[in-house]
């Protein structure tokens, strides 16, 4: 998954094309963090998707041609250049809001708990996704997989539906408000929330909303 960066009203003239450096007309709204994308279009209406890297000022930029398939063209003084969704923009999306939202009985992005298995081992895999849903209906030991390494931060947040109607146990490591396991509700939704910086040895555990209707 690409990172790039947005601004609204982004549109331009090119004034020359230098291949790898594209001089543009000044008074642009682009972005000032890189990379950014751009489609660039000339006389024959052909058009272009370009990267742009880095800039030497604000009108002069480092570019890398031909992107998402397109061919890189020759463009003149005068040619239009501007943000404009593209495929992979949309695919991006796509692809971030299946690995965001893993549901039990889903097939999206590696989906974590299957609906018709009443297992007593369910693994949250935070590489996955940030929200994970279950009901309980038997003893559950939850653990956790794909943690980062320490400095960088790792979070989630849990659905239990009916938590309090059997045994939840939870990994190692995780502090809870006064040391104190949470009470779940025993027919109802309740909403955790997970946090760890150091790799996973030291949990934060949040009842971010108990019984919620």
């Given at each position: 998954m690409q990172t790039r960066y947005f601004t609204n009203n982004s549109s331009t003239t090119i004034v020359t094309d230098n291949g790898t450096t594209i001089v543009v007309q000044s008074g642009t709204n682009f972005p000032?963090?890189?990379?950014?994308?751009?489609?660039?279009e000339n006389g024959a209406l052909q058009r272009e998707i370009i990267r742009?890297?880095?800039?030497?000022?604000?009108?002069?930029w480092n570019v890398s041609r031909g992107q998402e398939g397109t061919n890189q063209l020759v463009f003149?003084?005068?040619?239009?250049?501007?943000?404009?969704?593209?495929?992979?923009?949309?695919?991006?999306?796509?692809?971030g809001v299946n690995a965001a939202v893993v549901r039990s009985g889903d097939?999206?992005?590696?989906?974590?708990?299957?609906?018709?298995?009443l297992l007593s081992s369910m693994n949250i895999d935070v590489s996955q996704g940030s929200l994970f849903f279950?009901?309980?209906?038997?003893?559950?030991?939850?653990?956790?997989?794909?943690?980062?390494?320490?400095?960088?931060?790792?979070?989630?947040?849990?659905?239990?539906?009916?938590?309090?109607?059997?045994t939840v146990n939870w990994?190692?490591?995780?502090?809870?408000s006064g040391g104190i396991l949470p009470n779940l509700t025993v027919s109802g939704l309740d909403i955790l929330g997970f946090y760890t910086r150091d790799g996973g040895v030291t949990w934060r555990g949040l009842v971010l909303?108990?019984?919620?209707?």
């Open positions: 000032s963090q890189f990379p950014f994308v751009v489609t660039a742009v890297d880095s800039a030497v000022d604000t009108n002069t003149s003084n005068g040619n239009r250049i501007e943000q404009r969704v593209t495929a992979q923009l949309l695919n991006d999306v796509v692809a097939t999206l992005a590696g989906s974590i708990f299957e609906k018709s298995s279950k009901t309980i209906t038997a003893t559950t030991t939850f653990t956790v997989s794909g943690v980062p390494a320490s400095g960088s931060v790792a979070s989630f947040v849990l659905e239990l539906t009916n938590g309090g109607s059997a990994w190692s490591g995780i502090k809870w909303a108990k019984d919620s209707k």
